[in-house]
């Protein structure tokens, strides 16, 4: 049994589609589990509540950790630290590997313009601080041997069917209303993004490869960063609109913040877009010689799936 907690969101659904090639017993645990396949198993459960998390767990040989809490940073202190000590306890207590699905937020800001594995950890922000907390805390696990795990970090998002993130808020929503794409600061800093369905993929494979326990992993991305507006401008070019973009400069999301409660939270995180921003996943390339999707290609499947073409 395999088993992904926060088996809702994007990635959740698209690791269920990518385990069956490895298990065809794969649990789905979210407050209101959907089957992905004919044969999941569903959980519906609560992670937040004491013993849920253990209930989950038992049975499983590997569990996924992938649940996407609200994006406000007050939630995340209060959410994440119990969480996970709690999942690490279920997979001590069940003999389960774990999988963590991680971000970048915890590596030093002056460090962004080319992020490893071996990057420093020095969070600049609150939800970075406590991405720094729990990742140290699975990994100290894994150390002392009371668990097997492993930390898969991405990049920023894009890809199908995955509406709750930049690109579909800030460019493809604005793109179909006719209004200018949107972005933060500066289109001219380079940006990595990590496409979706290279993320589950790549995730479901380190999940089953015994050797990739007990390290961090970049998930594949594209070797070869685009800019903000290379990146509006093929978007555009897909979408058949002109690439037209209005720069939301800094000292605009305070004000922004009192009618859109997530421009509040970007205040902290808009060091990721005032310099260049390179993901390196070239460890997990040289593994298991397998190469992110091109931009080209992963925009024009995005931006089908949002037309619906």
């Not at 519906?44 to 989950?56: C, N």
């Amino acid at each position: 049994m395999q088993t992904i907690l926060g088996a809702n969101g994007t990635i959740g659904k698209l690791l269920a589609r990518e385990l069956m090639s490895y298990t065809d017993r794969v649990r789905l645990v979210s407050r209101k589990p959907r089957k992905v396949n004919e044969t999941d198993e569903l959980m519906a459960a609560d992670l937040t509540e004491p013993g849920a998390v253990d209930r989950a767990v038992k049975g499983s040989e590997v569990v996924y950790l992938v649940v996407g809490f609200e994006y406000k940073a007050k939630v995340w202190e209060e959410k994440w630290p119990p969480l996970m000590r709690n999942t690490i306890d279920a997979c001590a207590k069940h003999g389960a590997k774990l999988v963590f699905f991680d971000n970048v937020y915890m590596y030093d800001r002056d460090q962004i313009s080319h992020m490893t594995e071996e990057t420093a950890v020095n969070p600049p922000s609150r939800k970075g601080e406590v991405r720094k907390r729990i990742s140290e805390k699975l990994l100290e696990a894994a150390r002392e041997g009371w668990i097997e795990a492993l930390i898969a970090r991405s990049a920023d998002f894009y890809g199908p069917d995955n509406n709750n993130n930049f690109i579909t808020q800030m460019v493809m929503k604005n793109f179909r209303e006719g209004k200018k794409a949107m972005w933060f600061v500066g289109s001219e800093f380079k940006h990595s993004f990590t496409y979706t369905p290279d993320a589950a993929r790549a995730t479901a494979l380190l999940g089953n490869t015994p050797d990739a326990y007990g390290e961090v992993w970049h998930l594949p991305t594209e070797s070869h960063p685009v800019t903000g507006r290379e990146m509006i401008t093929m978007i555009a070019s897909e979408m058949g609109v002109e690439p037209k973009i209005s720069l939301l400069p800094r000292f605009m999301l305070r004000p922004l913040g009192l009618f859109i409660p997530i421009m509040k939270e970007m205040r902290e995180m808009i060091y990721q877009y005032d310099r260049d921003y390179f993901f390196d996943s070239s460890k997990f390339t040289r593994r298991f010689n397998i190469s992110a999707t091109p931009y080209a290609e992963g925009i024009k499947a995005t931006c089908r799936a949002f037309t619906g073409q």
